[in-house]
């Protein structure tokens, strides 16, 4: 009985193990059976046994048939299929590849330990660092332009221009406060002292833009305006794209007419995402109300004097003026259902009814009224000396590290020097000695 076990169970781990093999006629593993003479014939040999074995014992028995084993296969997910599920980059890999700035490379490797001592110790009249990480796409697509600027311009004792691998230096990514996944170009005339005489390079990132840049000592940038696309066409949509400064209180204080004048950007995601539900907002409006309400917009980068008017700190802002409105302060704030999307339908309520319809989602604070002007100057006041003290304070504190920082490496050169100053002595000393 024990025999019969022991042989079902060495040919189920036979059998499994022969299909493996049949699955790959190179197996390593059959050659080394092959070579214990666990070749094929011992296999038949083994399956016979299994076999015999069963037909004495019958299909019934104590414990019944022996099922059929199970073959599962183990799938190895391939970089194919992650791409859809994760944007992480591979950090094996990333270890293996080549870095686009090398050691010997035209542009100097910059890091934690020579950064602060090759930008802010030279006498250089013009200065140019690039941060960047090696499995940035963007970061790839420039680095050929700025070796080829740093190529050019490597005789010239005047122009520094630098790299810093953002994976390794963590403490220079968060002391200038750059994105790893985006490349970023500081720049800087003659000598910079701290921090803050880095400024952000906003040009284009071509040989020819980089070429011009640096000859110019950074005085000739050139800029390639970004296309966003437009919310609201002109033409293509019911929103009302006319207002501006000088029509504007005509328009909001109609007193036939309901106006809801949105303030956004083409930039802002939050705005992107009601622009859909607004533009069928006017469009239903436009056909419903025709001549007792206005749907509006306007985009705050054109019209700054407007934002400022309402004090605009968040995007989109929506304001209405009613039938009854005379002047700013009786606009009223519509904020929807707190949600981040305009919901239709009781946006058109809100509009139709003159902001008496009031949705759920606002009751417990509307109505919401823009401030006085001068209460707004107020504030705009105090946040910009607020933003001012901040960065006085900022500056304080980079001028304090810069100090500290040319005290330690005037120390580091006093040592250099004394080391120097002895060497020379202890080789005069010698010298001597060979002269007697």
């Known amino acids: 009985m024990r025999f ?17 093999m049949a699955a790959d006629s190179d ?5 080394e059976l092959a ?16 076999k015999e074995a069963l037909d004495a014992r019958g299909a019934g028995g104590a414990q ?12 190895y997910k391939t970089d194919d299929m992650w791409e859809d599920e994760d944007d992480e980059p591979d950090y094996l890999a990333i270890r293996k590849m080549k870095d686009m700035f090398p050691k010997r490379g035209d542009a100097m490797r910059l890091n934690q330990k020579n ?7 030279g006498d250089q009249d013009f200065t140019l660092i690039m941060f960047y990480s090696k499995w940035c796409k963007q970061c790839q697509f420039q680095a050929p332009s700025f070796r080829a600027a740093a190529k050019r311009f490597k005789n010239d004792k005047k122009i520094k221009i630098g790299a810093v691998n953002q994976e390794g230096n963590y403490d220079l990514s968060v002391r200038f406060d750059t994105e790893p996944n985006d490349p970023i170009i500081f720049y800087a005339h003659k000598n910079p002292e701290i921090d803050g005489d880095l400024k952000l390079y906003e040009g284009e990132v071509s040989f020819a833009a980089l070429l011009q840049f640096i000859g110019s000592r950074g005085t000739e940038m050139i800029k390639v305006e970004s296309y966003v696309r ?9 929103v009302d794209l006319s207002l501006e400064w000088d029509n ?5 204080f109609n007193k036939e007419k309901n106006v809801l004048v949105q303030f956004y950007a083409g930039w802002s995601e939050f705005c992107q995402v009601d622009a859909q539900n607004y533009t069928v907002i006017a469009a239903r409006m436009g056909l ?8 509006a917009a306007i985009d705050v980068d054109k019209h700054e004097r407007l934002a400022d008017r309402y004090d605009i700190q968040g995007l989109p802002a929506y304001w209405l003026f009613n039938t009854s409105a005379t002047k700013d302060t009786d606009a009223m704030k519509y904020t929807g259902d707190h949600n981040g999307a305009m919901v239709i339908n009781e946006a058109e309520a809100f509009i139709a009814s003159g902001g008496s319809k009031i949705p759920d989602g606002m009751k417990h604070e509307h109505p919401i009224h823009p401030k006085p002007w001068d209460e707004i100057v107020k504030d705009m006041n105090e946040r910009q000396a607020k933003e001012d003290e901040k960065d006085a304070q900022e500056r304080d504190e980079q001028i304090k590290r810069a100090t500290e920082r040319r005290e330690k490496l005037l120390q580091k050169k006093a040592v250099k020097d004394a080391k120097k100053e002895k060497k020379e002595k202890a080789t005069a000393k010698d010298d001597k000695k060979d002269d007697l």
């Not at 197996?27 to 050659?31: D, G, I, K, V």
């Not at 504007?248 to 909001?252: E, K, V």
Request: one cysteine or more.
């Open 4 to 20: 019969c076990v022991l042989a079902v169970c060495m040919g189920v781990f036979v059998a499994n193990l022969s299909f493996a």
């Open 27 to 31: 197996n390593e593993l059959e050659a």
């Open 35 to 50: 070579a214990l003479g666990l070749g094929e014939e011992f296999h038949k040999q083994a399956e016979q046994e299994v």
């Open 64 to 75: 019944g048939a022996i099922p059929k084993p199970t073959v599962t296969a183990t799938v």
């Open 115 to 121: 950064f602060d001592e090759e930008v802010f110790s």
């Open 230 to 238: 437009p919310l609201y066409p002109p033409g293509d949509t019911a």
């Open 248 to 252: 504007f209180n005509d328009t909001i």
């Open 288 to 295: 419903k109300h025709p001549d007792t309400t206005v749907v």
